[in-house]
């Protein structure tokens, strides 16, 4: 159970071109979604925080006009990159958790973003 | 801010010894405790959670341990196997009080099981 399934799994694109990365949980219903960031060799970094039907929370340093966060329904979520640059090119990974704290957060398999 | 580090970077071992991974984290004031699989180019897998309550938590070959007010954790793998090279992520959920649970994450440990 609790499985969440991140589409696609890499995009390769010219710089310019905006992508939009979907996260689904396909068997729970995901109160919370989370979107990070992962650099080789680096830590995940939470870019932001989103509630079905409320504005993402986002992190400190992480452009809202940069980085579109939908969370729709309490089964996806959409993290759109606008107007992608090479220094975007990272792992882009979601994560969805049923409830609080107490709860794991079940995470998606990433997507690799490479921009020209 | 809290800070999450991990000890050693990277660990190669013959197949079936016993090992230890190490976690220290700065702000003591956690909510809980998760330990995460990460295989090249894939997303997480949790491994163990701990609530800030707990002292350890075992899930097969795995252990856990929890020292909250020294800001340390372990996890021990017992009986090493090839199947266990990945990176292992350690993340901690501070006890803020607000409504969304932030994981911070350190930088993961490579562990290399050598058959």
């Known amino acids: 159970g609790a499985v969440v399934s991140q589409h696609p799994s890499r995009v390769i694109c010219k710089s310019g071109t905006s992508v939009k990365i979907e996260c689904r949980s396909l068997d729970f219903q995901a109160t919370t979604m989370f979107w990070y960031r992962q650099f080789p060799k680096q830590s995940l970094m939470l870019m932001a925080t989103s509630n079905e039907g409320s504005k993402a929370t986002y992190e400190q340093g992480v452009e809202k006009d940069k980085f579109l966060i939908n969370h729709a329904s309490l089964t996806l979520s959409t993290l759109t990159v606008t107007s992608a640059h090479p220094e975007d090119s990272s792992f882009y990974i979601c994560?969805?958790?049923?409830?609080?704290?107490?709860?794991?957060?079940?995470f998606g398999d990433g997507t690799r973003l490479s921009i020209l | 801010k809290q800070e999450v580090t991990q000890i050693p970077a990277a660990l190669s071992v013959p197949e079936g010894e016993n090992l230890v991974l190490n976690c220290s984290f700065t702000d003591s004031a956690i909510y809980n405790l998760q330990w995460f699989r990460q295989d090249p180019g894939k997303g997480l897998t949790s491994l163990l959670l701990?609530?800030?309550?707990?002292r350890e938590q075992t899930s097969g070959r795995l252990n856990a341990s929890l020292d909250k007010s020294s800001g340390r954790s372990t996890l021990y793998i017992a009986a090493s196997q090839p199947g266990d090279s990945a990176t292992y992520l350690c993340a901690v959920i501070d006890d803020s009080g607000g409504s969304n649970y932030k994981l911070t994450f350190g930088k993961g440990t490579l562990l290399t099981v050598n058959p």
């Open positions: 994560s969805a958790s049923y409830g609080m704290g107490n709860q794991p957060q079940h």
């Open positions: 701990i609530q800030s309550s707990q």
